[in-house]
């Protein structure tokens, strides 16, 4: 198999001047947390800590570096089931995404969500999804409510590249772009959705036109620049907010791991892997931060051992907290309205 180009098509990312020492700092911190706590799930997973699927992360951070700086704490964030780097960069605090990949009750859901099913309602995370595409039809149902409540929150809705394929995002954008919904469509375009290249599945291969048949505006974004996203994001959320109804940004990306941990990954090569690799967006923000003379290279090896403690703690923390009982079977699973005619 030929190895493919690897820079993606970018919007244009500003002068490195454009952006400060602390977001740069936060990126770094941010992406280091999302690295660790994969490549240590990675390693649990295959100890058989914990099961059902696991979809890792690992080279795919930027784009929630660059989102977090360029959105706002009102913002709603939804997404499929790669997801358990978004509670981490929303503030959810390490141990507690852990404990939810033991199945503990200290976990984010309580233990029953697992892998795929994270939500956080103070930090606005709206999942974590298992069903291919699910979170599309959603992510614009939230943005609706922010509209019908007239405030000016943006949704940012997340989905892979394999994901475009499901009827629901045309049925969805239709319908964002008729009402002008404050929702920003991502494409995390990782290459190859569960194993099978963009370029065999369909004959539009730069997926952020898709929307141009609902007059919905989008651009392609480098997703292995924290520069690049967070402007993109940041035009996109202006978009919003300015009452223009929804935009579309395809953020090219790459996974450095199979699609779940089952995955063997005869479908590409280990040159492509490696080529990317060189691509790497803590890689290039560790070199900025040292050409700066933001942070010495002892601090940031620092820092590292510190994300490392953190996730240690985290193991610690979910290996030590109890399962849930059978009682919790019956829990959380319906909401009675408060109705007068209803009786219990």
């Not at 999302?34 to 649990?44: I, S, V, Y």
């Not at 233990?111 to 930090?123: A, L, N, T």
């Not at 959705?193 to 004959?203: D, F, I, K, Y």
């Not at 601090?299 to 051992?305: F, P, R």
Request: charged share 25%; hydrophobic share 35%.
């Amino acid at each position: 198999m030929a190895t493919k180009t690897a820079s993606p098509k970018s919007s244009s990312a500003p002068a490195n001047g454009a952006f400060t020492k602390e977001t740069y700092l936060r990126w770094f911190k941010d992406m280091l947390l999302m690295r660790r706590f994969e490549e240590k799930t990675g390693q649990l997973y295959t100890m058989q800590k914990f099961g059902g699927f696991c979809h890792l992360y690992i080279g795919q951070e930027a784009i929630l570096a660059g989102m977090i700086t360029a959105i706002r704490k009102d913002d709603k964030v939804i997404t499929g089931y790669r997801d358990h780097a978004h509670p981490l960069v929303l503030g959810t605090p390490a141990k507690n995404v852990m404990a939810e990949l033991f199945g503990r009750t200290t976990g984010t859901s309580k233990g029953k969500g697992g892998s795929m099913h994270y939500f956080d309602k103070e930090r606005n995370l709206f999942g974590g999804h298992g069903i291919v595409g699910g979170q599309i039809g959603l992510g614009a149902g939230i943005a609706f409510a922010d509209k019908y409540k007239g405030n000016d929150s943006v949704t940012l809705c997340s989905m892979g590249d394999g994901a475009v394929r499901q009827g629901i995002l045309h049925e969805t954008f239709n319908m964002a772009m008729t009402w002008k919904l404050p929702v920003i469509f991502i494409i995390e375009n990782n290459e190859y959705a569960m194993g099978t290249s963009v370029e065999r599945t369909s004959n539009v291969h730069e997926l952020y036109t898709l929307g141009e048949s609902y007059d919905m505006p989008g651009e392609p974004v480098n997703g292995m620049s924290c520069e690049a996203v967070h402007t993109a994001i940041a035009k996109a959320c202006a978009h919003c907010r300015a009452g223009n109804g929804p935009y579309l940004l395809e953020i090219k990306t790459y996974r450095y791991r199979g699609h779940s941990m089952s995955d063997p990954q005869k479908y590409r090569t280990k040159e492509e892997v490696e080529e990317y690799k060189q691509q790497d967006p803590i890689e290039g923000v560790r070199k900025m931060i040292l050409t700066n003379k933001w942070a010495s290279e002892a601090e940031l090896e620092k820092w590292d051992e510190e994300v490392k403690k953190e996730v240690e703690e985290a193991v610690k923390f979910a290996e030590s907290s109890p399962l849930p009982g059978a009682e919790e079977l019956y829990n959380d699973v319906y909401k009675t309205p408060d109705y007068p005619f209803i009786k219990d």
